[in-house]
């Protein structure tokens, strides 16, 4: 009786840890065809276990008439370094993108200028910071076809679909999830999408009203 007693006080006094599992979310275009580099957010129940934060850092060079990654994710602070490759001058004009934002809150700008990178010398490079939640559209005074993206998430639960157009998410706190989509060229916002996560893996598919251009090769 005193062992079931005690058993008893400990667990109200420690009580069990919530349960996670695994949300696997698919990005499909109108088409139904997998899309990379969509930016999938979570709004999981609070009181699971604490995710690892987004990159504080980013890189994001000029190449070939291009900025690569073409899509970065980060989080709200992060520092970005851009780094001019191609050996004619680029600029780097930062702007909130979209129509609309996930938040109410813009997200600022900001312009940069990349000298051309000389043979046998360094690349030009300059940072910048994000320190607004929300997409920001990169482009270039110079060259109107160079466009890449910075998402800049207020939550950790974010992530980068694959060429597959697959994000999955480990750890997440059983219950109702709420899951959003960005996509560059999905001007009008996705409805946002419940999925319940329980002990057994968990699918989610949010489709794209729109075909996404294709990366310059």
Known sequence: MQLQSWLRALALAFPLAAQA????????????????????VLAP??????????????????EKMRFVPAVALVGVGARGTFVNNDPWEHHVRAS???????????????????D???????????????????????GCHLHAS?????????????????????ATFEAVPEGEVRVRVWQADQLIDLAP?????GAEPARATLQLSVVPRRKRA
């Open 45 to 62: 129940p609070a009181g699971g276990p604490a995710r690892a934060p987004l990159p504080t850092r980013v890189t994001i060079t000029q």
């Open 96 to 114: 909130a993108a979209g129509v609309q934002n996930f938040d109410a809150a813009s997200t600022g700008g900001f312009e940069l200028r990349l």
């Open 193 to 197: 999408q419940k999925v319940a996560v």
């Open 116 to 138: 051309g990178r000389q043979d046998g010398k360094p690349a030009k490079s300059a940072d910048a910071g994000f320190d607004k939640p929300g997409p920001v559209l990169l």
């Open 21 to 40: 599992g695994v949300l696997q979310v698919t990005v499909v275009d109108r088409d139904g065809k997998p899309v990379p580099d969509a930016v999938v």
């Open 146 to 166: 160079m466009r890449g993206h910075v998402y800049v998430s207020d939550t950790p639960w974010a992530a980068l679909t694959g060429s597959d157009g697959v």
